[in-house]
C-alpha cells in the first residue's frame, strides 16, 4: 500500500511506470467537472472510474480486494476513512464478483484506517485488503477517481 498526495511536488519516479501513468492522469484532469463514468487511459490495462459516492459506518461497507488489477483511488472532494489489513488468504468470502475482479470478506483483522482529503491517493495492491468511503467525522458525498492498473504492467 502506497498512501501521499499528488499536492506535495514528488515527481513519483521511483514508482512502477504503470503507476506513474495513473498518477499523471490524476494530476492532469479536472474532476470535478467530469461526468460519471469509465474513462480508458490505456486500453482495458489502466482506466479510470469517476464516481460519486456517500460515505458511511464501517460495519456497512464490506473489505474488499482485488487480484487482476490495483487500485489508485484518488479523493477529489470531501474526506473519508480507508480501512486496510494485509490479504493473509485466512479470511471468509462473503462473495467473489469474477467479471468486476471484486472479492468481498465476511470480516478482516488488525485492520488500520488513514484519513484521505481531497488530493490524496492511495495505491492498494492485491495483497492489501481495503474499506473505503468510511465516514470521517459525519457522513457526507464525496467525488473520487480509482484508477485500474493491471497487474500485469507491474
Known amino acids: 500500500m502506497i498512501f501521499s498526495s ?7 519516479e521511483s514508482y512502477p ?19 460519471p463514468g469509465v474513462y480508458e ?8 472510474q469517476v464516481f460519486d ?4 459506518e464501517a460495519d456497512s461497507k464490506h473489505a474488499e480486494s482485488h487480484e487482476k488489477y490495483l487500485d489508485v483511488q484518488y479523493l477529489v472532494s ?24 471484486l472479492i468481498f470478506y465476511e470480516s478482516v483483522e488488525d485492520e488500520g484506517y488513514i484519513e484521505s482529503r481531497p488530493g ?5 495492491f492485491p495483497s492489501d485488503i481495503h474499506r473505503p468511503e468510511v465516514i470521517s467525522g459525519e457522513s457526507m458525498k ?10 500485469s504492467l507491474l
Open 6 to 12: 499528488i499536492k506535495n511536488g514528488d515527481t513519483f
Open 17 to 35: 511506470k504503470a503507476i506513474q501513468t495513473a498518477l499523471d492522469y490524476l494530476k492532469s484532469h479536472d474532476f470535478a467537472s467530469m461526468e
Open 41 to 48: 487511459i490505456q486500453g482495458r490495462d489502466i482506466y479510470a
Open 53 to 56: 459516492a456517500v460515505t458511511v
Open 78 to 101: 470531501g474526506k473519508e476513512r480507508l480501512g486496510f489489513t494485509k490479504n493473509t488468504g485466512n479470511y471468509k468470502v462473503k462473495e467473489h464478483i469474477k467479471e468486476r475482479d
Open 120 to 124: 490524496c491517493f492511495c495505491v492498494f
Open 142 to 151: 464525496l467525488r473520487k477517481v480509482v484508477v485500474k492498473v493491471s497487474v
